[in-house]
């Protein structure tokens, strides 16, 4: 049982250029969430999903998209870096009580 | 307003030693409430939930107050395993089941 599973682990951009986040989970998860952490700011949810082929915009949503084609698979989109974009993303997934986080991205935007 | 407030710390004590992580939430309609533990470079993990009648579980005990809208975590007996992030976790079971996340209190257990 592998849990919540991101990739990739790390990645360098150049600003401008875009990527893709994934996020698998294998526990029938229905609520999938994309979070960015920075120093001195916490936790911060950008986008979020309540189920397959559901999304919903968080706190900061801005420059990012997302979709939930498949209820175990969550996509979260930059479609052209920007160095305020450095930050490292985790994804997490919840059924009912408790959260189960991915081991994260660190991305830095140059 | 955060809707999590907590103490950043750091805080740096000997091991041994007990120490208590205070945190307070802003929304009356919080449901369910968490300590989860970050340690560095690595995803937060749930530590304990917290229990309206207060919890304990081995050397860690929790506290809720829900009329002053706080939350606590005492830890006895310090280990240097214990050096880590701590965060204060709220649900308000809204759309989306939503988890609001305090900036976490960090700890240092020293030799």
Not at chain 1, 70 to 95: D, I, M, W
């Amino acid at each position: 049982n592998a849990g919540v599973t991101q990739t990739p682990k790390f990645r360098v951009l150049k600003t401008g250029q875009s990527m893709t986040l994934l996020c698998a989970q294998d526990m029938n998860h229905e609520y999938m969430y994309w979070y960015r952490q920075d120093p001195g700011m916490g936790l911060r949810l950008i986008h979020y999903s309540v189920g397959e082929g559901t999304t919903a915009k968080g706190e900061v949503p801005d420059g990012y998209n997302v979709s939930r084609l498949k209820k175990q698979n969550f996509l979260l989109g930059l479609e052209s870096a920007a160095p305020s974009q450095t930050s490292v993303y985790f994804c997490a997934s919840s059924r009912d009580r408790g959260y189960t986080f991915g081991s994260g991205t660190r991305l830095t935007v140059v | 307003r955060k809707e999590v407030e907590q103490d950043p710390g750091p805080f740096n004590v000997p091991e041994g030693a007990t120490v208590a992580f205070n945190c307070t939430y802003s929304n009356s309609a919080s449901q369910s409430f968490f300590w989860y533990r970050q340690d560095c470079r690595k995803e937060p993990k749930l530590l304990m939930s917290v229990y309206s009648s207060g919890n304990e579980d081995g050397r860690f005990t929790a506290q809720l107050n829900r009329a002053s809208q706080y939350i606590s975590l005492l830890i006895r007996d310090s280990k240097l395993s214990d050096s880590a992030t701590y965060l204060c976790v709220v649900n308000m079971y809204n759309i989306g089941n939503q988890f609001y996340f305090g900036t976490g209190t960090s700890l240092t257990v020293i030799p």
